[in-house]
């Protein structure tokens, strides 16, 4: 059975979105100088989730028991996102996040991580099952582009799903962009293994291998073994 390209594009932006997780994991991550790689992971996962709750979700809707995958779907990503501002605010030394530890942060993150990535990969398995090529094809696109256009914090209070949702996220992007400015933010839409980057249209459609793979998993495994104790 042929993997859709809404899989495909999936697949890849959990791979990338790991990546970039891996050095906000690091012990000096709160470092003045390395703060901003905890930026870029919180960035783009926010992005990810707005653009999925606006692209994917009501197409969910439509499916047997719509609501409640719906329902799923959000409680996770609310959970993860308020871990996600947690996380920011206990590294840039916000009074309110300082009592939270980092590795329990983290631990709580990785996990609502994985139920993220099953349900939604469970969810576009479901979507291509259902549609037929061209429309799994423009709704790759459209979630690819949504995500250029989304919120890059996250916003776990506000609403999530259907018009409100999609009023609540043009808002917070506007307001986003605005505070990234004044703070000096850099969002890395540049940024060389950063999901969106290199993912482009034809990738997807040609049905390629996903670029970075190898990389990433080298590059993990590196990081693994320069922290294990040296055996005497």
């Known amino acids: 059975m042929s993997v859709s390209t ?12 790991r990546e970039l997780a891996m050095p906000a994991h690091r012990s000096n991550a709160g470092a003045p100088d390395r ?15 707005a653009a999925a ?36 605010g ?15 942060l983290w631990q709580r993150i990785d996990e609502l991580m994985d139920d993220h990535e099953r349900i939604e990969t469970e969810y576009g398995a479901m979507l291509s099952a259902e549609l037929d090529g ?3 094809s423009d709704l790759t696109e459209r ?9 890059t914090r996250a916003h776990p209070v506000s609403p999530h799903t259907g018009l409100a949702g999609r009023m609540a996220h043009r808002a917070w992007r506007l307001a986003d962009r605005t505070w990234d400015a ?29 670029p970075g793979a190898e990389e990433a998993a080298e590059k993990e495994a590196a990081d693994q073994a320069e922290t294990e104790p040296r055996q005497s």
């Open 35 to 49: 703060r901003h790689e905890t930026d870029w992971f919180y960035a783009i996962t926010a992005q990810h989730l």
């Open 134 to 136: 061209p429309d799994i």
């Open 182 to 210: 004044a703070e000096g933010r850099v969002v890395p839409t540049h940024y060389h293994r950063h999901p969106k980057h290199d993912s482009a249209w034809s990738v997807y459609l040609r049905g390629d291998m996903m």
């Open 6 to 17: 809404l899989e495909k594009a999936l697949s890849y932006e959990h791979l990338m979105i």
């Open 143 to 151: 979630l690819l582009t949504a995500e250029e256009h989304a919120p």
């Open 90 to 104: 206990r590294i840039y030394g916000d009074g309110r996040a300082q009592h939270f530890r980092k590795t329990e």
């Open 53 to 88: 709750e606006d692209v994917l979700l009501p197409r969910i809707r439509d499916l047997d028991d719509g609501k409640s995958k719906v329902t799923a779907y959000v409680e996770n990503a609310r959970l993860l996102e308020k871990n996600l501002r947690r996380l920011k």
